[in-house]
Structures are given as C-alpha cells and as structure tokens.
C-alpha cells in the first residue's frame, strides 16, 4: 500500500514538473493571453477597477530602450547577471517575518513574472516557493530580453491598464516605442503599487522617486542593457 502510494506521489510530482517545463517553454513562441494576476483580478476586483481593461502586447522592440533601462533600474538592477531569485532578500524576508512583520514580496523581475504569471497575490513560504521554482525555469528556459519583454506586457499600470504599450497610450497618448527617459521613469515609478501611486496630480513621493529612478538610469548608462 505505501509503495503504490509513494509511486503514485512521484508520478503526479514528475506530472507536474513537466507540465510546468511546457508552460515556461510555450513562452518562447507564445504570447500569454491571459495570466493569474489578471485572472485575480477580473474575479476578486478592486472598487476602482473599470469595465474596460486596456492591453496591447508589443515585442521588446516595438517598446522603447528608455522602459527597458527604466524598470531594471526601479526594480532589480542585478537582472543582467543573477538566474532570477535574490537569496539575500529571501533569507532577509524569512528574517523579517520570524520577527513579526509581513512576509515581503517578489524583489526581482523574473520572480515579478514568474508571480503574475502563474500564482495567487497571498503573501506565504509555499507560494514564495513556487515563485522561486518558476524563476529557475524561467531563467532556463528562456532569454533575459524575453523574460524582459513578458514583464513589461503584463505588469499593471494602474487599474485594468495592463502592459507598457497601454499604459504609454493611457498616460501620454502614443506609442510605448516613444517613450521618453522621463516618461519611462514616471511608468517605471507606479509598478510597486499602481492602486497607491498615480502620476497626476503626482505627490511629492513620486516626484522624488522618478527622479531617482532617472539618475539610476543614467548612472548604468544606456548599454547597460545588453540582453540576449
């Protein structure tokens, strides 16, 4: 009885591990139409969430350098050279929760893919887990300009608005291959919490945090990103 059990087990586990390799490797070929952070969303909506949700993917060259260096910048600025998962955050975030606080969420862009992709918005050591699991595959299976590119397409920029090319079209009225190293930053700067932060009026935090994001940007320089 344990034997067939303990068999059982590891064909569901060998089950799920290919079924997870073909979603990471689909990503090579295929666009995500939909994923579980919008998924949430369009079930458990916010009171300010709109009827109308605005998305247009657009390849990494269709988006403007300035986006690309913007959000690498703001966001993970190790993403050029790490394989998707930030050990010192984690280890510092188990810290952090053994010590009462809230347990901290995804600190670099491939764990911010892997998360919006695939799992739910709940803060927990299982589902920090499956995030780092998905990074690893991510970091494997695909290239640093692609899981660059399925960040900037399905990140949300402010409620329903979801990917660059919307969000250039909804906050400055053209094309995200358009985007100004100013404009970049000020996207660049609602990603943490597009519910929270707006850019008009902007408040005196998101002034200095676009500024900041701009000065970071210069200091790695424009060739900083040389992806493949």
């Given at each position: 009885?344990?034997?067939?059990?303990?068999k059982?087990?590891?064909?569901?586990?060998?089950?799920?591990?290919?079924?997870?390799?073909?979603?990471?490797?689909?990503?090579?070929?295929?666009?995500?139409?939909?994923?579980?952070?919008?998924?949430?969303?369009?079930?458990?909506?916010?009171?300010?969430?709109?009827?109308?949700?605005?998305?247009?993917?657009?390849?990494?060259?269709?988006?403007?350098?300035?986006?690309?260096?913007?959000?690498?910048?703001a966001?993970?600025?190790?993403?050029?050279?790490?394989?998707?998962?930030?050990?010192?955050?984690?280890?510092?975030?188990?810290?952090?929760?053994?010590?009462?606080?809230?347990l901290?969420?995804?600190?670099?862009?491939?764990?911010?893919?892997?998360?919006?992709?695939?799992?739910?918005?709940?803060?927990?050591?299982?589902?920090?887990?499956?995030?780092?699991?998905?990074?690893?595959?991510?970091?494997l299976?695909?290239?640093?300009?692609?899981?660059?590119?399925?960040?900037l397409?399905?990140?949300?920029?402010?409620?329903?608005?979801?990917?660059?090319?919307?969000?250039?079209?909804?906050?400055?009225?053209h094309?995200?291959?358009?985007?100004?190293?100013?404009?970049?930053?000020?996207?660049?700067?609602?990603?943490?919490?597009?519910?929270?932060?707006?850019?008009?009026?902007?408040?005196?935090?998101?002034?200095?945090?676009?500024?900041?994001?701009?000065?970071?940007?210069?200091?790695?320089?424009?060739?900083?990103?040389?992806?493949?």
């Open positions: 009885m344990l034997k067939r059990l303990g059982g087990l590891l064909w569901l586990f060998v089950g799920i591990m290919i079924s997870a390799e073909i979603m990471v490797l689909a990503l090579r070929w295929i666009d995500p139409p939909i994923w579980a952070w919008r998924i949430h969303r369009s079930i458990d909506p916010p009171s300010s969430y709109p009827q109308q949700i605005n998305h247009d993917w657009r390849g990494i060259d269709e988006i403007s350098p300035n986006m690309s260096l913007a959000v690498v910048a966001e993970d600025q190790k993403f050029p050279v790490h394989w998707g998962i930030d050990f010192a955050s984690i280890w510092q975030a188990v810290k952090d929760n053994q010590q009462g606080s809230r901290r969420g995804a600190s670099t862009i491939t764990q911010q893919t892997a998360k919006n992709l695939w799992l739910w918005p709940s803060q927990s050591y299982w589902r920090k887990a499956l995030e780092a699991g998905f990074s690893l595959m991510l970091e299976n695909l290239s640093k300009s692609r899981i660059l590119e399925v960040y397409n399905i990140a949300e920029y402010g409620p329903g608005i979801y990917g660059v090319e919307a969000a250039s079209q909804h906050y400055f009225k094309s995200s291959k358009r985007l100004s190293r100013e404009q970049a930053a000020s996207l660049a700067a609602l990603l943490p919490s597009p519910y929270r932060y707006q850019l008009w009026p902007r408040s005196a935090y998101i002034n200095q945090r676009i500024l900041w994001i701009s000065q970071q940007m210069r200091q790695l320089g424009g060739n900083y990103l040389d992806l493949k």
